[in-house]
């Protein structure tokens, strides 16, 4: 009896395994799943521990072995997803920005967008210029000590919080100016609230760079944001097109496009190369699924998307969940109770040491700052020390998704705008999808005048050649002509398989029509036609006596041999 106790509860423990899901205020839920279970359940268990009900704008993401992000995919098993062994990791994080994050119904709801936008401030996803850096740092300030206090909070109190990639003490006593005159009263809701209204006046607001090349080669970043998508190069938005204006998106291998009709029906492609397959398949699913969340009217409307124009080639993805308006009408019918909320306070953070009271990043010596600064956006060079300045210019889906005030100045510029000027400069620590090992080391260096690397560029000493430079080009180039010739031969491949594959098809039903003796009606009906008389009597039946001959001439060869 007890052997098969023992047994059964091995058993068990075989079937479950272990997974350890990080929230946004780096406490962690840890929970035994079945083998089987999907991602569905690991989140309501998650929504159920948050007592979260507005959860559509959220999402589990998870690293696989090749660094490589990933969204947890709710309609599929956990297991199959995951390609490292339990016990599992993730993170809870925003999914999808809501377009007005303080119209959310529920304060719980706000209060994890505010801190995924305090996140993307701190990791340099989120850029602003100073007096915007100021006064959100400021409202993180109220919203996690309260009011100024001269007895708790001694000069220069501010320095103790990294709000950013950088600080400035310039920076710093602007903050502690703002949180001691001008945010006095305010309770941490009003607090957060009031920084989720300033946030989502950015434009960068909602962005999650997914680092990439042009055709050119030259860095860029590719986002999907709650107006449509951004290609943000240099210092500038090169591009923004609105979720209505996008017809397609497609991608093969490294390569990403994106097919849009803009005004006066002008069609346009957009090409971009991802660092890695799994990067480019990512970037394009999270397209997918964006442009369905805050495009489309209904939740019926979605539709399997394919990569590829031909069936026999590309994946094929779809999105599972609700879009943005049924999001918005179902979070007017929430009627309960607010839930407790409790906020992390000066609890201390893994990756957002705002409030771990550890040293600035500023105390350490400028010149040795522009040595190891590390910047998520590679790509926008001109950024260092650069402030935002311009707001978005286009419409989203629908005006209803978009505060009055961004509406009225989105519709008068076009694709191209600078973002930024010469006073403020975010960046990131964390790459969003992963590099070639040479480019972690390369991102290490910075020019002695401050300007950060390409994450492609090639490392050299400062003793480098322009020969070296010469001969990685060429190296470059011989490995993007070798990887089209490799497509377009596996291309050829696939569609001769397919076209053999017909012909065999096609051939057993001609065999079958002519010399089975199956008495089926739509076969019978074929027969009974003029045309497959003259068809079987002027070729088939000459063709198959020519084809007899041949056979016995060959065995009569082999016979007499």
């Avoid at 097109?241 to 803009?262: M, P, R, S």
């Amino acid at each position: 009896m007890l052997s098969r106790l023992m047994s059964g509860s091995v058993r068990n423990l075989e079937r479950e395994y272990m997974c350890t899901v990080r929230l946004l205020d780096d406490t962690e839920y840890t929970c035994s799943i079945q083998r089987d279970a999907k991602g569905q359940y690991l989140f309501d268990l998650i929504c159920h521990h948050l007592n979260l009900l507005e959860k559509d704008y959220f999402g589990i993401r998870y690293v696989d072995p090749d660094k490589q992000r990933h969204w947890l995919e709710f309609t599929k098993s956990i297991s199959k997803q995951m390609k490292s062994q339990p016990p599992f990791i993730m993170c809870l994080r925003v999914k999808f920005y809501p377009p007005d994050p303080a119209a959310l119904k529920e304060e719980i709801t706000r209060y994890l967008v505010f801190l995924q936008i305090k996140r993307d401030l701190y990791h340099g996803r989120l850029l602003c210029k100073t007096s915007d850096a100021a006064m959100l740092a400021a409202y993180i300030l109220q919203a996690e000590i309260g009011d100024y206090d001269p007895g708790k909070h001694p000069e220069g109190y501010s320095s103790k919080f990294q709000f950013f990639p950088k600080h400035s003490e310039k920076l710093e006593r602007r903050i502690a100016d703002i949180h001691k005159t001008e945010l006095i009263g305010q309770t941490p809701e009003t607090a957060e609230l009031k920084f989720l209204q300033k946030a989502q006046m950015l434009e960068t607001y909602g962005v999650d760079p997914h680092p990439c090349k042009d055709v050119s080669g030259n860095p860029a970043f590719l986002a999907f944001t709650p107006f449509g998508f951004v290609v943000l190069q240099g210092n500038k938005r090169v591009h923004f097109l609105k979720w209505n204006e996008v017809t397609k998106l497609k991608f093969e291998g490294k390569t990403f496009h994106i097919y849009a009709n803009q005004k006066e029906d002008k069609k346009i492609i957009l090409t971009y190369f991802a660092p890695t397959p799994e990067a480019c398949k990512h970037l394009w699913k999270c397209g997918v699924e964006n442009q369905a969340f805050y495009k489309l009217e209904k939740s019926s409307q979605v539709r399997t998307v394919s990569s590829s124009n031909l069936f026999f080639k590309g994946s094929r993805f779809r999105y599972s969940g609700r879009v943005a308006k049924e999001v918005m009408e179902q979070s007017a019918k929430i009627k309960r109770e607010p839930p407790e909320i409790h906020r992390a306070g000066l609890v201390p953070s893994r990756s957002c040491p705002s409030i771990t009271h550890g040293p600035r990043l500023s105390s350490v010596p400028r010149t040795r700052r522009r040595a190891v600064h590390i910047s998520i956006m590679e790509g926008l060079e001109s950024l260092r020390d650069s402030a935002h300045s311009t707001p978005v210019r286009s419409m989203s889906y629908g005006d209803s998704f978009i505060p009055r005030s961004r509406s009225q100045a989105m519709d008068s510029g076009d694709g191209t705008a600078v973002i930024s000027s010469e006073t403020y400069s975010p960046s990131d620590s964390v790459l969003p999808t992963p590099v070639a090992e040479h480019s972690l080391e390369m991102a290490v260096s910075r020019q002695i005048n401050g300007a950060p690397c390409s994450i492609e560029e090639e490392k050299e000493s400062e003793a480098g050649t322009v020969a070296g430079r010469v001969q990685s080009a060429g190296g470059e180039a011989a490995l993007s002509e070798t990887e089209q010739v490799n497509k377009f031969v596996l291309s050829v491949l696939r569609l001769l398989l397919v076209t053999i594959g017909l012909l065999f098809v096609l051939l057993l039903l001609l065999i079958i029509l002519t010399e089975s003796d199956l008495d089926i009606a739509f076969l019978r009906d074929i027969r009974q036609t003029p045309e497959f008389e003259q068809f079987h009597y002027e070729y088939f039946c000459p063709l198959r006596r020519w084809f007899a001959c041949k056979l016995r001439w060959v065995g009569g060869l082999l016979i007499n041999k």
